[in-house]
């Protein structure tokens, strides 16, 4: 149990879709973020948002859409995906933002776009 | 990029020995960190080290930072199955942005 939890584990969505990723943290952290796992390719940073303000969009285009409601919950809403969408999707928290912060991590949402 | 990498890609041992991989990155950093991923699983961070720190130490984890070179390695002493997993690095960029490399894949053969 790593304090983060992320919900669904498995989602399989046409393209015409919308759906939404939730991330919910119980360790009184107040930075979170959004990373994409594809395969055979380094994390990538998507969001970043500390103490409920955005702080960072890695360029990710607008079918991603983020909210974070207060610092425990942050979700990822999906509209119009593309195949290259495919990923594993990553949830992660740290006390604040920055990289001197030990980030917990979720177990992921694994994102299938037929 | 400042995405750190990782050497190599995918190594395969036996129980009992020693595991060392290596990150190297682009530009100047002031702290990297090193996770482990299980299978299926999220991100674990193990150690963080400062750019002022030249080796730190955690159980059976040390880790090493040669700023000059850009460069760390983690050595896993000791190894068993159940350290069987990706092991990645990440720098710190500009204020908030994480860099992770690829991965080095670890099979721990009992």
């Known amino acids: 149990e790593t304090g983060v939890t992320q919900t669904p584990r498995h989602l399989v969505m046409g393209m015409t879709n919308k759906k939404s990723l939730k991330c919910e943290q119980h360790l009184g952290h107040n930075a979170m973020y959004w990373y994409k796992q594809s395969a055979k390719k380094p994390l990538e940073l998507m969001f970043v948002y500390n103490f409920k303000e955005q702080t960072e969009n890695n360029s990710v285009p607008s079918r991603f859409s983020p909210e974070c409601p207060n610092s425990s919950h942050l979700f990822l809403h999906l509209h119009t995906l593309q195949p290259e969408d495919s990923a594993l999707y990553l949830c992660?928290?740290?006390?604040?933002?920055?990289?001197?912060?030990?980030?917990?991590f979720g177990d992921g949402t694994r994102l299938s776009i037929l | 990029s400042q995405q750190g990498e990782e050497d190599p890609q995918a190594l395969s041992i036996q129980e009992g020995e020693n595991a060392t991989m290596n990150c190297s990155y682009k530009t100047s950093i002031n702290n990297l960190q090193w996770y482990r991923q299980n299978s299926g699983r999220g991100l674990v961070h193990l150690i963080l080290?400062?750019?002022?720190?030249r080796e730190k130490h955690s159980g059976r984890l040390r880790v090493t930072l040669d700023t000059s070179k850009k460069s760390s390695s983690l050595l896993i002493t000791a190894s068993r199955a159940a350290d069987t997993a990706s092991y990645f690095c990440a720098t710190d960029g500009n204020f908030n942005k994480f860099y992770f490399g690829s991965g080095t894949k670890l099979n721990v053969k009992p």
């Open positions: 992660a928290s740290s006390p604040i933002a920055g990289g001197n912060q030990p980030q917990h």
């Open positions: 080290i400062r750019s002022n720190e």
